[in-house]
């Protein structure tokens, strides 16, 4: 099976909605769509990744059917590092890429699943059927989430309240100094292949200092991996959706030719006043 979307690595180098994984994407500059060997071969080649139960993260191929827990998806993760991954697919692609630009975020978000799905209350052949508070605010970051890295309490306060247009418009150049936003869903990458007006992540906010935005973005993306695995380890934590607050991409300076003007942001459609936009 093919992409249904044009493999084009160099149109996803020029894009911020893509920024994180702008140095994995330069592997793959001018080579076909990578395969499941091409992942593992990239993997060999950098610093060790492993899940947090010490394994050695790898890709191998997805398996069909009804499986027993420690081959579903999130399980076999933690517990052997093998991450299924559909070749040919964007979906486990940006799944891959997220890998490699967060490893620790990643390895946090896969043990918050399966300590929830061991829990004692729980019962492992359930699967996914009672996923819990725990399971969709790991899922929703693992699948639309965004980093919010800000290093002023104000403009989170205005993300926080929804205030677009105050946040976007009228702190614009606050917004580009001291505010950067990195796409980290690996479901919201795909869908950023083609933009919309309504696409929206779910914004985690981390407070950084003002001399983070001068450093090379390797350097803030392995801080921010830090954090965010930070945060995903604390039991206090990870228990409510809530935790994320909705960040509609095309508003965010720089990230949409459409909204360098003002009157872009008095959709109320797409810049809601409140919970309930949709991704």
Same mark, same amino acid.
């Given at each position: 099976?093919?992409?249904?979307?044009?493999?084009?690595?160099?149109?996803?180098?020029? *894009?911020?909605?893509?920024?994180?994984?702008?140095?994995?994407?330069?592997?793959?500059?001018?080579?076909?769509?990578?395969?499941?060997?091409? $992942?593992?071969?990239?993997?060999?080649?950098?610093?060790?990744?492993?899940?947090?139960?010490?394994?050695?993260?790898?890709?191998?191929?997805?398996?069909?059917?009804?499986?027993?827990?420690? +081959?579903?998806?999130?399980?076999? /993760?933690?517990?052997?590092?093998?991450?299924?991954?559909?070749?040919?697919?964007?979906?486990?692609?940006?799944? #891959?890429?997220? $890998?490699?630009?967060?490893?620790?975020?990643? =390895?946090?978000?896969?043990?918050?699943?399966? %300590?929830?799905?061991?829990?004692? @209350?729980?019962?492992?052949? =359930?699967?996914?059927?009672?996923?819990?508070?725990?399971? @969709?605010?790991?899922?929703?970051?693992?699948? *639309?989430?965004?980093?919010?890295? /800000?290093?002023?309490?104000?403009? #989170?306060?205005?993300? %926080?309240?929804?205030? $677009?247009?105050?946040?976007? $418009?009228?702190?614009?150049?606050?917004?580009?100094?001291?505010?950067?936003?990195?796409?980290?869903? !690996?479901?919201?990458?795909?869908?950023?292949?083609?933009?919309?007006?309504?696409?929206?992540?779910?914004?985690?906010?981390?407070?950084?200092?003002?001399?983070?935005?001068?450093?090379?973005?390797?350097?803030?993306?392995?801080?921010?991996?830090?954090? &965010?695995?930070?945060?995903?380890?604390?039991?206090? !934590? /990870?228990? +409510?959706?809530?935790?994320?607050?909705?960040?509609?991409?095309?508003?965010?300076?720089?990230?949409?030719?459409?909204?360098?003007?003002?009157?872009?942001?008095?959709?109320?459609?797409?810049?809601?006043?409140?919970?309930? &936009?949709?991704?």
């Amino acid at each position: 099976m093919k992409p249904t979307n044009e493999w084009n690595p160099l149109a996803l180098l020029q *894009s911020p909605l893509f920024t994180p994984l702008h140095p994995a994407l330069e592997h793959f500059a001018g080579a076909p769509f990578p395969s499941l060997l091409d $992942w593992n071969r990239l993997l060999a080649a950098r610093p060790a990744i492993q899940v947090q139960s010490g394994r050695a993260l790898r890709f191998v191929a997805q398996e069909q059917g009804r499986l027993g827990f420690e +081959s579903q998806y999130e399980p076999r /993760c933690y517990l052997n590092g093998e991450v299924q991954t559909r070749e040919n697919n964007w979906h486990d692609l940006f799944n #891959a890429l997220v $890998w490699m630009a967060f490893p620790r975020a990643k =390895a946090a978000i896969n043990a918050r699943h399966y %300590r929830a799905l061991t829990a004692p @209350d729980q019962h492992p052949d =359930a699967g996914t059927s009672q996923r819990g508070g725990v399971r @969709d605010m790991a899922t929703l970051l693992d699948e *639309s989430g965004v980093i919010v890295a /800000c290093a002023a309490t104000e403009l #989170a306060d205005l993300l %926080r309240a929804f205030r $677009w247009k105050e946040l976007f $418009w009228q702190r614009r150049e606050q917004v580009r100094s001291g505010m950067e936003f990195y796409v980290f869903g !690996h479901g919201l990458h795909e869908k950023a292949l083609q933009p919309y007006v309504g696409m929206t992540g779910q914004g985690l906010v981390l407070l950084v200092e003002p001399e983070f935005f001068t450093w090379p973005l390797p350097e803030r993306l392995a801080l921010l991996d830090r954090r &965010v695995a930070e945060y995903l380890d604390n039991p206090e !934590h /990870c228990h +409510s959706t809530r935790e994320l607050h909705p960040v509609p991409l095309l508003g965010v300076p720089g990230w949409s030719a459409d909204n360098e003007h003002a009157a872009y942001y008095d959709n109320a459609r797409y810049f809601r006043t409140g919970r309930g &936009v949709l991704a």
